[in-house]
Every structure is written in structure tokens, then in C-alpha cells.
């Protein structure tokens, strides 16, 4: 009977183990190192008010660390502190441990205990950063887009109207979106930096790709050479799509490499039929 009378089920709510508002679920606890970090840093907090101990802040603390390891565990990206104030605050009301303090008094501890916990997760969200030999490598499908860009541009000018000539005039129109988004990928990282590059290259070498890219821009003016530099553009960034890139880069290159693919196989059948 005694023992029944002091389990936590008949204990008042300030004194049980926290629950979820919302399920009454046991929440996890918050660690002892996080528990460590506050007990030496909380009378240094603007908040703080002379006199006030650790247990009435402590509550608070646990409360926005709680908070925010629900927001890293729920996937649904990271709102802000003031979109959940309302709804910590009745958390407060309602489990506040042995904290005398009314919510106007911790709220900004909770707030700043909250803003600790999500603090790696938003660094985890935050787009990593290109190296530098990805960014050469996306300068370089970009050139082949540009370069698919203003070749088409050149031959539709006399081209005319067929099948395949109107397909090929739809797609090149629309892939000014690609090129777009592959210049905001770069960011800053120009095609200059790519032929300053090669001028470290042989003088033969360069010769020939020079000379190779002479007889592109003459053959530009056909539809041969044209479909042969959209498959360049496909080639080069289903190349780089291989690889180690941050996740939102790779993805976003895979639906080029979707894109691109499907004109390229829609154009080259065209082109084998009548026109």
C-alpha cells in the first residue's frame, strides 16, 4: 500500500517525470553534460535574477531542450521559438517541477536553452559548401549549356519549320532555366576561371582544343552539331553528378541529367524519321 502511495502515478504533476502535453508520454531527459553547461552558466544569463537558485531555472532549461530535440526528432524542418511560445507556455503551466517562476520570468530561458538545442540541427540544414573542383567541373557543364545555347540560337535563326526543328526550338527555350540554375549553383565561379585554368595546359594541347572547338562552332550551324552538343551537356553533367556533392546539388543535377536526357533521345529519334 505504501508503496503503491509513493509511485509516481500518485505523485502531483510538478513532481512526476516530464510528459508530452499532447501524448503524456514520458519526454527524454536532458543530458547530463547539456544539465552541467546551465548550472555554470545561468547566473551569467541576462535573465537572471540575484538570489534565484538553479532548481527554479532549471525546469525551463529542460523544457526548451525538450522542445527542440521534438523539433530535430519530427523531420519537419526548424520553427521558430515564437511560432511555439503558446504552446510551451501551457507546458509550463502545466509541469514546472519545483520553479516558483511564472512563464514571464523563464521564457527566455527556455527560449535560450531551445535556441542550444536546435543550434546543430540548423547547421546540419545548412547547405554545405562547394569545393573547388566541383565548382570547376559545374563551370564546365555550364559552358557546354551555353555553348548548346547559343548554337541552337544560331541554327534555328534559319532553320525551317519541322518536327523536329520546332522540338528542338521548344527545348531550347526552356533550357534557359537550366542554365540559370547551374550559374546560381556556381556562385561566382565563372567560365573565365575554367580557360584561365587550361592556360596552364601545353601549347599543343591547347592548340588542339582550340582547333576542336573551331570545327564545334562550324558544325554548330547543323542539326548534327547542335544534338552533338546537347549530348556534351548531357555527357559532362552525368559525369559530375558521380560525384561527393551535397545533397540539394545532386538532386537538383539529376533532374538535368532527366531533362536533358529525355530531349536528347526525343531529338536523335526525330531526327532518324521524316522531318
Known sequence: MLADLLSTNHLPATMS?????????????????????????YTLESYF??????????????????????????????????????????????????SLLDWAQ??????????????????????????????MGLALVLQAGQSFAESSSSFLRTAESSMTND???????????????????????????????????????????????????????TLSGVLQRLQTWLDRTECIVQQALPSDVTKLLKHHVMVLRGHVEALQWLSRGPA
Open 167 to 221: 522540338a528542338l526550338r521548344r527545348f531550347s527555350h526552356d533550357s534557359h532555366k537550366l542554365v540559370v540554375e547551374l550559374e546560381g549553383l556556381i556562385d561566382g565561379t565563372s567560365v573565365q576561371e575554367v580557360v584561365t585554368a587550361e592556360e596552364h595546359l601545353g601549347l599543343l594541347e591547347r592548340l588542339r582544343r582550340a582547333w576542336v572547338g573551331y570545327l564545334g562552332a562550324a558544325a554548330a550551324e
Open 49 to 98: 535574477v540575484a538570489g534565484r537558485g538553479f532548481d527554479q531555472y532549471a525546469p525551463a532549461y529542460q523544457l526548451g531542450w525538450q522542445a527542440g530535440h521534438e523539433q530535430g526528432a519530427s523531420q519537419v524542418g526548424l520553427p521558430s521559438f515564437e511560432s511555439q511560445e503558446n504552446e510551451l507556455r501551457a507546458r509550463w503551466l502545466q509541469a514546472h517541477g519545483h
Open 106 to 135: 523563464v521564457k527566455a530561458a527556455v527560449k535560450a536553452a531551445y535556441s542550444r538545442a536546435v543550434a546543430p540541427q540548423k547547421r546540419e540544414l545548412q547547405p554545405k559548401p562547394l569545393g573547388d573542383t566541383a565548382k
Open 17 to 41: 517525470e516530464p510528459q508530452s502535453a499532447a501524448s503524456g508520454s514520458l519526454l527524454p531527459q536532458m543530458p547530463e553534460a547539456e544539465d552541467a553547461f546551465w548550472h555554470t552558466q
